[in-house]
């Protein structure tokens, strides 16, 4: 069974920085084999995608984070991070790891439950 493990969300000030892991648990996980994702749903709002990373370290980002946020990961931790700065109010929202892989046919997926990120003076 695969596991994702958000954390580091808090209520933080406009302007202020926060940096998001994303742990993996599962023994059987090939956590390198995966493209790695944040995502995240504001009140009312649909979800979203923030940044993604490929197995190969690409990396993507929507319009409204680039030069502001950065995705990574460390694959012998099983771990992928936000490190979030300029923070807007607009940020406020819960984040999500999302983990996901396609092979041939087959297809695999999984979500985190995810980490609340406030962004408030």
């Known amino acids: 069974q695969v596991q994702l493990v958000e954390s580091g969300g808090a209520l933080v000030q406009p302007g202020g920085s926060l940096r998001l892991s994303c742990a993996a648990d599962?023994?059987?996980?090939?956590?390198?084999?995966?493209?790695m994702g944040w995502f995240r749903q504001a009140p009312g709002k649909a979800r979203e995608l923030v940044a993604t990373?490929?197995?190969?370290?690409?990396?993507n980002y929507a319009d409204f984070v680039k030069g502001r946020f950065t995705i990574s990961r460390d694959n012998p931790k099983k771990t992928m991070y936000l490190q979030m700065n300029s923070l807007k109010p607009d940020d406020t929202a819960v984040y999500y790891c999302n983990a996901n892989r396609v092979s041939g046919i087959s297809a695999r997926e999984y979500w985190g439950q995810g980490t609340q990120v406030t962004v408030s003076s």
């Open positions: 990373i490929t197995s190969g370290g690409s990396t």
């Open positions: 599962g023994l059987t996980f090939t956590f390198f084999t995966y493209t």
